[in-house]
């Protein structure tokens, strides 16, 4: 049990155009999600924390205008990267945490995005 | 706002020896993790510490969480090629909703 998905695992896009990358909790409700970036050999940063049904919470430095984020249902929530640019490459992670009050964060298994 | 430190960032060791992978946080956590990011792979939860001086075990895995609850290690013993991986250890200041705070990590290879 406790399975995130993630869709794409991979993309390529041009500059300029909007990717999204979506985040599923396929056996489990999930009221809050979680968006990471990694940096190849770098730690996890959060960009921002996604509530079911409320706008995301975003970390400081970074644009919420730029990662939009919906959290439509208790198992999906999405990250959209507009306008993309080169610098945007990188290894998108989502997290879903349980609503049953376990405060384990279960991880997708990531999103490589490379713009060109 | 609050950070976690995580040491040593590498470690290469010979296969059979222990490992210890270090964190530590600018202020009191309520909870901390770990987890494990295979090459290639995304972030695998291994366990969560709540309570001061907190020891747990998991095979040949020893977690401590430090009594004053800013910090905690991961202790490997007789290291396999099997450990190969990142160590994060992420902590919770509080028991509500906040999202955890990742360590660098610390990248572990084993040499056979």
């Known amino acids: 049990g406790a399975v995130v998905s993630q869709h794409p695992s991979w993309v390529i896009c041009k500059s300029g155009t909007s990717v999204k990358i979506e985040c599923r909790s396929l056996?489990?409700?999930?009221?809050?999600m979680f968006w990471y970036r990694q940096f190849p050999k770098q730690s996890l940063m959060l960009m921002a924390t996604?509530?079911?049904?409320?706008?995301?919470?975003?970390e400081q430095g970074v644009e919420k205008d730029k990662f939009l984020i919906n959290h439509a249902s208790l198992t999906l929530s999405t990250l959209t990267v507009t306008s993309a640019h080169p610098e945007d490459s990188s290894f998108y992670i989502c997290?879903?945490?349980?609503?049953?009050?376990?405060?384990?964060?279960?991880f997708g298994p990531g999103t490589r995005l490379t713009v060109t | 706002g609050q950070q976690v430190m995580q040491i040593p960032q590498y470690q290469h060791v010979q296969e059979g020896e222990d490992f210890t992978t270090y964190c530590n946080s600018s202020t009191t956590l309520s909870n901390i993790q770990w987890y494990k990011q295979r090459p290639g792979g995304h972030p695998v939860f291994l366990i969560q510490?709540?309570?001061?001086?907190e020891v747990k075990k998991q095979k040949r895995l020893t977690f401590q969480f430090g009594e004053a609850k800013k910090n905690s290690s991961l202790h490997i013993t007789a290291t396999q090629t099997t450990d190969v991986g990142t160590y994060f250890c992420a902590g919770r200041k509080d028991s509500g909703n906040t999202p955890l705070v990742f360590g660098k990590g610390t990248r572990l290879s084993v040499i056979a």
């Open positions: 996604s509530n079911e049904g409320s706008k995301a919470t975003y």
């Open positions: 056996d489990f409700q999930a009221t809050t």
């Open positions: 997290s879903a945490r349980h609503t049953s009050g376990s405060y384990e964060q279960y």
């Open positions: 510490l709540v309570k001061s001086g």
